[in-house]
């Protein structure tokens, strides 16, 4: 019953930032454990940086740290993720995720948003 969408992807330059937001509908993940993961054509669903339910425990990707910024939100938008100094290889879909686990294994996240195209032009 419980659903996530993600919201503020597009087409931007390298170098430019982006906000990503993930929206809840039907449920509540304020005791969730969030993540990012991104998708390329082609290739296997990567994982860019996770967040506990407190706030307190952030986990990054080395292609995102120090350029990317997870975040908690609420009930209605639990999660957010700002990109900063995008770059070209940054370009997939972007998914949001929830899970009562920690880890940045696919498998451990049975909640799951359709996802956001990002796209990074050089």
């Known amino acids: 019953q419980v659903q996530l969408a993600e919201s503020g992807g597009g087409l931007v330059q390298a170098g430019g930032s982006l906000r990503l937001s993930c929206a809840a509908s039907e449920g509540t993940f304020t005791l969730y454990n969030m993540a990012w993961f991104r998708q390329a054509p082609g290739k296997e669903r990567e994982f860019v940086a996770e967040?506990?339910?407190?706030?307190?425990?952030?986990d990054y990707a080395d292609s995102a740290k120090g350029r990317f910024t997870i975040s908690r939100g609420n009930a209605k938008s639990p999660v957010y993720l700002q990109m900063n100094t995008l770059k070209p290889e940054d370009t997939a879909i972007y998914y949001c995720?929830?899970?009562?686990?920690?880890?940045?294994?696919?498998?451990?996240?049975?909640?799951w948003g359709q996802g956001t195209q990002v796209t990074v032009s050089s």
């Open positions: 995720a929830a899970t009562t686990n920690w880890g940045r294994q696919t498998t451990l996240y049975p909640y």
């Open positions: 967040i506990d339910w407190s706030g307190r425990n952030i």
